[in-house]
């Protein structure tokens, strides 16, 4: 979904309906911070079935945060969006990691 903001003038200019390009950069930055606040409820639900062993993808949420506050702030510059992709791929990267380092270490 990030990686829709730097090309969402190009793609209204080709007639491509994107999901930025159907809400608007505004509207659809805030759902994105609803969709990053979305999966780590789900992940909460999961330590709580899954057991702690799962605490450790939590981490994630740090860059996943970062990356949603900086896109709802600079939904306009895309300059300023580089930064929020890369802190999105990082989040990903440091939840599979550790999530399944948790699983390792649990047995």
């Known amino acids: 979904w990030i990686n829709e903001f730097p090309d969402e003038k190009a793609d209204r200019a080709a007639g491509k309906h994107t999901l930025v390009v159907r809400l608007g950069r505004r509207k659809a930055s805030r759902i994105f911070a609803m969709v990053i606040g979305g ?30 506050r900086r896109l709802w702030r600079h939904h306009e510059k895309v300059r300023e969006i580089v930064p929020a992709q890369v802190l999105t791929l990082l989040s990903f990267v440091v939840f599979a990691l550790l999530a399944g380092v948790g699983l390792l270490i649990s047995g």
């Open 39 to 68: 999966a780590f409820l789900i992940q909460l639900v999961a330590m709580a079935v899954a057991g702690p062993s799962q605490v450790l993808g939590f981490v994630a949420i740090v860059p996943a945060i970062a990356a949603a």
